[in-house]
Structures are given as C-alpha cells and as structure tokens.
C-alpha cells in the first residue's frame, strides 16, 4: 500500500488468495468494514503499534481458519527489506 495511502476502503481486497503480505504505512488513518474481507493466508504488517480509532472494528473480518493474521509494529520489523514477524 502507498506511503501516502490514508483510506482502505470497504471490499478492497475482498476474497483476494493470491496476495500473500501486505503492509499498511502510518499514513492510514481509516480501514473501512471488510477491507480485507475472507483473505484467506494473507499477512498484514501494520507500521502502527495499535490499530488506530479510525479503523473499523471488523476491519479483517475473516472466515474462520482462513490462516489470516495482523502484526502490529511492537511485533514485526524488516529484515533485508521484508516485514518479519519477531518474537
């Protein structure tokens, strides 16, 4: 996602199996219903430490077992230039 992204709105990646990782810049400010809706095996690397007030609750909503995770800043970093999740 574009550093100079601040909306995902609803449906943008509705279903969507072929991407893997996406990363979500502090730009963001809004993440509307269902943005990332039944993404099944797909990472998302959050640069913020929390999920920000503008942020629909069910964001990520997702089927269950859908292998669909979220890793906020305190729990990722880049190493050799790509988002890893730390212990």
């Known amino acids: 996602i574009p550093n100079d992204t601040t ?24 993440v509307e219903t269902y943005a990332f809706y039944d993404c099944s095996n797909m990472k998302v690397f959050v640069e913020h430490y929390s ?7 069910n964001w990520g909503y997702v089927m269950m077992s859908s292998g669909f995770s979220v ?5 990722w970093e880049y190493v050799g230039g790509v ?5």
């Open 83 to 87: 988002p890893t999740v730390i212990k």
């Open 7 to 30: 909306t995902i709105r609803a449906y943008v990646f509705p279903e969507t199996q072929n991407i893997k990782t996406v990363v979500i810049p502090t730009s963001v400010t809004k």
């Open 71 to 75: 890793y906020y800043k305190n729990n």
């Open 51 to 57: 999920q920000p007030s503008g942020w629909e609750s």
